[in-house]
């Protein structure tokens, strides 16, 4: 059973940066898509990055591209998500997710859930 571990999640001003790390266990992590969403209280969850199981290929939410930074090292078992020029739209919950099959940022997609780290950002 997969089961992934956020962290990262913090306070920053405007313009700051933040990594977010997502360590998976299980022996199947390294042949996964992984990806990571984010979600405000009262809005859908939306998807901010994916990434296939080898790195070879990413995408990005339209509003992160340029800013936020996807990686991954399957040696480790974890999941990145370099965020730089911080916006207060950024503020909210940060989850990562994976799934044998899933490419793209339809959360509904992906089967295995972290339980997510909170990314606040102040003006």
């Known amino acids: 059973r997969m089961q992934m571990t956020e962290s990262g999640g913090g306070s920053v001003e405007s313009g700051g940066s933040l990594r977010l790390s997502c360590v998976g266990s299980?022996?199947?992590?390294?042949?996964?898509?992984m990806g990571w969403f984010r979600q405000v209280p009262g809005k859908e969850r939306e998807g901010v990055s994916c990434?296939?199981?080898?790195?070879?290929?990413?995408l990005y939410e339209d509003s992160v591209k340029g800013r936020f930074t996807i990686s991954r090292d399957n040696a480790k078992n974890t999941l990145y998500l370099q965020m730089n020029s911080l916006k207060p739209e950024d503020t909210a919950m940060y989850f990562c997710?994976?799934?044998?099959?899933?490419?793209?940022?339809?959360?509904?997609?992906?089967?295995?859930w972290g339980q997510g780290t909170q990314v606040t950002v102040s003006s």
């Open positions: 997710a994976a799934d044998r099959l899933a490419y793209g940022l339809a959360p509904d997609a992906y089967t295995y």
């Open positions: 299980g022996w199947v992590y390294k042949t996964y898509c």
């Open positions: 990434i296939r199981w080898n790195g070879d290929s990413t």
